[in-house]
């Protein structure tokens, strides 16, 4: 048995982190602030009908598993790259949300001079932080040696920044941008 | 009527342009030299079924048009952002080839600091130029008020670069970005 359509519960808050940042990166984007885009969701095309008078329609897709970050762009000349995480969870974020793949595309961004972190929400209370990409790596590094298997909220809150929310951009994280790498 | 699989007709040459950007850019990232992924395909998801044991399949998804260009990443530093045209246009290469939003995302690419081009391959003798933004620009201008609807072939050899081919990696665009813009 299958479920034909997906219905998508946006809680209590209305909007996702996802929707709050791409109306973000719009406002960014028309107000040339910066240059920042989601990128499609990479999906396996495995089957694509070509009827005679209309646009072709792909009938069999499955999802994969992203090799890179959700968003890339340009900022003050600089490269930017990250990804964003929405957790119920309000001590910890939980490290199974990310994938190898990414956790290696974002050492190879700071590798080669970008710049890299992640922008977590905790529903709970609606906080939303950006965390340098080093802290991810230091945390993932731990769990493969044993540790825990999650980022504790404190080092969102000591070592991140509290993004600043609003109507026009909805969560201003070039703020943070400029106080801490520019 | 409905042709349900396209077969892909990779001509005489053997690899399409984009298997050896590829290819290309698998063998900077394993080299460590530069950080350049092709963005997924966009599609708009109309139906996905999530079968009870096994993956969601997507059974109705549409091609949409692209809103920014194929390829970006960092590269010394510098965010690198191109799309890459293949023609068996002997003499130019059609206009035809891009559409506005993508103009328009290499001109926020530039305003934004970043390096923007097209690598275009003229299939008929395999050869591949890179050409700087800012001759599409100029062109895809011209076009609306009126002028010729190509880049002539001509425009790559006086102002683009002629990139060398060999086994790896294939298309060493990035010795142009050298010369040219570092
Ligand atoms: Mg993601
Ligand atoms: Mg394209």
Do not use: C
């Not at 998508?8 to 982190?17: A, E, H, I, P, S």
């Not at 920044?161 to 201003?172: A, T």
Request: hydrophobic letters at 30%.
């Amino acid at each position: 048995s299958s479920h034909p359509t997906r219905r998508v519960d946006y809680g209590n808050r209305g909007m996702t982190l996802e929707d709050d940042l791409n109306t973000t990166n719009r406002y960014y984007r028309e107000q040339h602030i910066a240059l920042i885009h989601k990128k499609p969701t990479p999906l396996q095309i495995v089957n694509v009908d070509y009827p005679k008078r209309s646009a072709a329609r792909i009938t069999e897709a499955y999802f994969k598993k992203p090799s890179t970050t959700d968003y890339n762009g340009v900022y003050k000349g600089k490269y930017i790259d990250f990804e964003a995480k929405e957790t119920q969870n309000k001590t910890a974020l939980p490290l199974q949300n990310f994938h190898e793949h990414q956790i290696q595309h974002m050492q190879q961004v700071k590798e080669h001079g970008g710049i890299a972190f992640i922008i977590v929400k905790f529903s709970s209370n609606n906080e939303v932080y950006l965390l340098d990409a080093q802290f991810l790596f230091k945390f993932w590094q731990e769990q493969q040696d044993g540790g825990r298997k999650s980022i504790p909220k404190h080092t969102f809150v000591s070592n991140g920044f509290l993004i600043p929310q609003s109507y026009r951009p909805r969560i201003d994280y070039l703020k943070a941008i400029d106080q801490y790498y520019l």
